[in-house]
């Protein structure tokens, strides 16, 4: 028997039946972007793997178990490890930073609002809404002398805004503070003491998260790790006055904008390029992958990649997770507004021509390209949602006209139409649209 191929694990087929829904999103967030002045960039799904490692830190989740790796190009290249060779893009904000700085776009204006929606991947144990191959839309606002409270807050209400815009409504916005690199390393110190003397009670997890990067222990959803971890109370401690006061206008910019949010001392991003804010968005109906997006600051990437010193600020959607929230699966797709149904090898000509003449029209049409009986058409067509049928058949043909059917109303009429002229009949379909 022939082998069939099914689609790889953690990846999916998005078929015609939900792709509207994809296109739909996309535009969404398009046109939103853009009136906040972001425009869209697109970097290539793979780059150096190195790029990756520098960026989210060797000893994030991400890097140490999830990247894809490319495999080697020939016989001279070294077989892929964790720095050599290219790999998929896990996620884009360091793809975003490599063009900024590739592409000299700190020369040409001061802010560099980007945005970019596309597919990432991570090679994790599928689950549902945790894929190897999802999507993003992101956004990246990048420049030189660019840290500001008000932006942060702009950047943070974009992302509510994004998905308040698609329909969303029971999400959670958490924010918190990571403090500047200092903080981040005043508080990571404080950690590890507090926490040395809990290591053998800490789940496996967090005893790896303790020697490899101690922050992420913060996020652990194991009761025991909780409550050891508050029970150390570190809170704000760690943040210096300027970043406490840094945070409190952030906070106060978001009231302006009546955002609503909740702030986090556990909330700390497994990425390691983040510092001073981060949040993340959640949505308590998806189970245990809720996190719809997440975003924070991370001014010292750029010039840790080789860049200026230029302040950022971003966050990234799930789309998948964005989808399955607004429950839209289900939905059926618009399909073409008119359905041609020709009895006879004559009229299958006719309604061809006709067909072409509608479209060019802008009128969405489509057609049975063979003979098959009207009831099974019609069944077909009734399925599709068709707003309209044009029936031909040796009648119509002979009085030069077709018969309209109007499937909302459940009316028809003949409508006639002399040789090539079709214009009634255009009239009439274009009629209320
Ligand atoms: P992230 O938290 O790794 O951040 O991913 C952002 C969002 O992508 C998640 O909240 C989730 O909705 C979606 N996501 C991540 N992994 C998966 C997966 N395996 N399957 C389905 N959806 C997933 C970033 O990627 C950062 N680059 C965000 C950022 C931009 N920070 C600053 N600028």
Aim: charged content about 25%.
């Amino acid at each position: 028997m022939t082998k069939t191929f099914s689609v790889p694990r953690g990846t999916s087929d998005i078929l015609p039946a939900h792709a509207h829904v994809w296109e739909k999103i996309e535009r969404q967030a398009r046109r939103l972007l853009n009136t906040y002045g972001y425009r869209e960039i697109r970097t290539p799904i793979f780059e150096e793997t190195e790029l990756f490692a520098r960026s989210m830190g060797q000893t994030s989740d991400i890097v140490q178990k999830q990247m894809l790796h490319l495999a080697a190009q020939g016989p001279k290249d070294s077989p892929p490890s964790q720095l050599s060779g290219l790999s998929l893009r896990p996620e884009n904000t360091a793809a975003v930073v490599r063009a900024y700085i590739h592409n000299d776009l700190s020369r040409k204006e001061s802010l560099t609002k980007l945005f970019y929606i596309g597919p990432m991947f991570r090679g994790e144990r599928p689950q549902k809404g945790r894929l190897r191959q999802f999507h993003q839309i992101g956004v990246e606002a990048i420049g030189p002398g660019t840290l500001s409270p008000l932006l942060d807050a702009e950047v943070i209400a974009l992302s509510v805004h994004v998905l308040e815009s698609l329909g969303l409504k029971g999400f959670q916005l958490k924010i918190n503070t990571l403090g500047s690199l200092e903080d981040k390393k005043h508080f990571t110190q404080l950690l590890h003491k507090g926490l040395k003397p809990y290591v053998p009670e800490l789940c496996e997890d967090c005893r790896e998260r303790f020697e490899r990067n101690v922050l992420r222990t913060l996020d652990c959803k194991q009761k025991g790790c909780r409550e050891i971890v508050q029970g150390l109370n570190v809170g704000h401690r760690y943040l210096s006055p300027e970043s406490q006061k840094y945070f409190h206008q952030v906070t106060e910019a978001l009231d302006s904008l009546g955002v609503q949010y909740e702030v986090s001392v556990k909330l700390v991003r497994g990425l390691d390029y983040y510092t001073h804010a981060v949040f993340e968005i959640s949505d308590p109906s998806l189970g245990s992958q809720d996190a719809l997006g997440a975003g924070g600051r991370y001014d010292n990437l750029v010039s840790q990649l080789g860049g200026p010193p230029v302040d950022a600020i971003g966050f990234a959607l799930g789309m998948e997770r964005i989808i399955l929230a607004l429950a839209q699966e289900e939905q059926t797709p618009p399909s073409v507004n008119v359905y041609i149904i020709g009895m006879d090898e004559p009229s299958l000509k006719k309604a061809f021509s006709l067909l072409n003449v509608l479209r060019r029209e802008g009128i969405s049409s489509d057609m049975s390209y063979r003979l098959t009986s009207l009831k099974n058409q019609m069944r077909w067509a009734n399925k599709m949602g068709v707003r309209a049928v044009i029936l031909i058949g040796e009648d119509e043909l002979k009085r030069q006209c077709v018969t309209l059917k109007d499937m909302e109303k459940g009316s028809q009429e003949q409508i006639s139409i002399t040789g090539d002229d079709y214009q009634l009949l255009k009239d009439k379909l274009t009629q209320g649209s």
